[in-house]
């Protein structure tokens, strides 16, 4: 059934970390541990964390990792942002995106 609340064909924050990390949408609810799939998916719960506000079970629920991982999520994205440019690229482009998506 189609969520009624859903526009077709909107791209959703979890499609534009996809693009910008260059991932297919299934590897970010699979385990992997794959650097591109890792940080994008790193970037979606400390998304869905802050901006979104919600609580650590519902922001790592959709993802195979444990209630820790927001936490953890927030350092790992502060420390590469520090130390890799290509990473700072990516999430300032992320943020652009999701920033242009209709509220």
Not at 6 to 26: F, H, M, N, Q, R
Not at 31 to 60: D, H
């Amino acid at each position: 059934m189609i969520n009624p609340f859903v526009y077709i064909g909107l791209k959703t924050p979890e499609d534009i970390a996809c693009e910008k990390w260059a991932i297919e949408k299934y590897k970010l609810y699979i385990k992997t541990r794959e650097r591109e799939v890792t940080e994008a998916r790193f970037v979606l719960i400390w998304y869905r964390s802050k901006v979104l506000k919600m609580v650590a079970r519902k922001a790592t629920e959709p993802y195979p990792l444990s209630l820790q991982s927001v936490k953890h999520a927030g350092k790992v994205i502060r420390d590469l942002y520090d130390t890799d440019a290509v990473f700072k690229f990516r999430y300032e482009q992320f943020q652009i995106d999701v920033a242009k998506l209709p509220r």
